[in-house]
Structure formats: C-alpha cells, structure tokens
C-alpha cells in the first residue's frame, strides 16, 4: 500500500531529544488520524483532523504535538519522550465521511525511546 | 459505550484448512463495520467493509464477512488459509452520524502450520 507514507520507518531517540514523524497521503482524503499501538494493548487513537482541524485529542500527553498544514501531510513533533512511549506509530487518513471508504494505514514508524 | 470484542487472541490452523475470526461489537445504531490485516512490522491493510445492503461482504485475498445484527457480529471467514494469511487481523467499528472515528478490537493473531 503506497497510498499513505511514513517517515522514518524506525526511529531511536533519547529522552531529551526532539524529533519529528511524518505522514503523507496520496489519495485525496481530508481525514487524518495518528494511532499509537503498544505491544499486547490495543490500537490506540491518539488524534484526528479534519480539513486541516484538530477534532479530536484522545487525552494525549503535551510532549506529543502533532501539525497538520494541509490535508495530504501530518506530522507528529516528539520532546522528553519516556521509555512507555516507545511503540509504532501509525498515520492513517479517510474520507471524513464513512460511506466514502474505510481509513487507510500508513506502514508505521517504530519508535523506540531509551 | 460502544466496543468490539474479538475473543479469540490467538488461533492456529492447517495450511488449506477453513477459517473464521470472531467479531462482535457493542454499537446502539447501524454500525459501519471493517476488517484489517496487519503483518509483522507493517500497517494495517482494509480487508473488507459493511455499511449496507447484503449482510455478506468479499473482501480482498479472498476473505469474506457476513454481518449478523440478531448476533451484533461481523465474523470473518476463508475457505482455505494460505501459509501467507498468518497476521494478526482486527475487527473495527466506524460510529455513524457525521464522525470518522474507529473503534478497534484487541486483534486475533493467526499462526498458519503447513
């Protein structure tokens, strides 16, 4: 599935470090969402756009910022991560409306905090 | 509140042998219904979809659902597993009325033996 891009594919950072994921989408959508998804815990929705607007936060912690400038990139800005934050982070993207379609994954960035 | 249930966390079968994961969901309106497939290291691939009409859905790969309200399941089904369907594989909710957000099962992880 080449439709929805992550960058970097594996990502080792200390807890002090700053880094940043990517996710680009290719198939015209106006939905984006990044999911945490945890060893033995189930997919965990972290946060949603629509149309370039954050509509929903899942109680996230601040050291997570995601950005959305338009509505085929998403990032996801990391800073004084914690060893609990290493997982693999998936970027999907929809239609904003179901019946258009179901969501569509990205291949996900494992991140590993130490 | 709405949830999904898959009670199967592990499930092995023969190579050519037929399957079926279990799904059911707890949702007070028509749901919209998906099935994922997700290999090691990868992420997640739409398997198939129901919003209406024929409770029967053919998916991808050959899998098919079939969605029984009386039952509130969406179990997933193949007639003949092919050593490369071994995943792990998650039955998702969409909430209906405007909002794009899915509701993901814990996930079943099929071992496929040859």
């Known amino acids: 599935e080449t439709g929805v891009t992550q960058t970097p594919r594996h990502l080792v950072m200390g807890m002090t470090n700053k880094k940043s994921l990517k996710c680009e989408q290719h198939?015209?959508?106006?939905?984006m969402y990044w999911y945490k998804q945890s060893a033995k815990k189930p997919l965990e929705l972290m946060f949603v756009?629509?149309?370039?607007?954050?509509?929903e936060n899942n109680s996230v912690p601040s050291r997570f910022s995601p950005e959305c400038p338009n509505s085929s990139h998403l990032f996801l800005h990391l800073h004084t991560l914690q060893p609990e934050d290493s997982a693999l982070y998936l970027c999907?993207?929809?239609?904003?409306?179901?019946?258009?379609?179901?969501?569509?994954f990205g291949p996900g960035t494992r991140l590993t905090v130490t | 509140a709405q949830s999904v249930t898959q009670p199967d966390i592990h499930i092995t079968v023969s190579e050519g042998a037929s399957l079926e994961l279990r799904c059911n969901y707890s949702?007070?309106?028509?749901?919209?219904l998906f099935w994922y497939v997700q290999s090691p290291g990868q992420g997640l691939q739409l398997l198939l979809k129901?919003?209406?009409?024929?409770?029967l859905v053919q998916g991808i790969k050959g899998f098919e659902a079939e969605f029984k309200r009386s039952q509130s399941s969406f179990n997933l089904r193949k007639p003949s597993v092919h050593w490369s369907d071994a995943a792990e594989y998650f039955c998702?909710?969409?909430?209906?009325?405007?909002?794009?957000?899915?509701?993901f099962g814990a996930g079943t992880r099929l071992a496929v033996h040859p």
């Open positions: 198939l015209g959508h106006n939905a």
């Open positions: 756009y629509n149309f370039k607007e954050q509509t």
């Open positions: 129901y919003f209406s009409g024929d409770t």
């Open positions: 999907a993207s929809s239609q904003p409306d179901y019946s258009l379609g179901g969501q569509y």
């Open positions: 998702a909710v969409g909430l209906s009325g405007g909002y794009n957000k899915l509701i």
């Open positions: 949702y007070g309106a028509t749901p919209y």
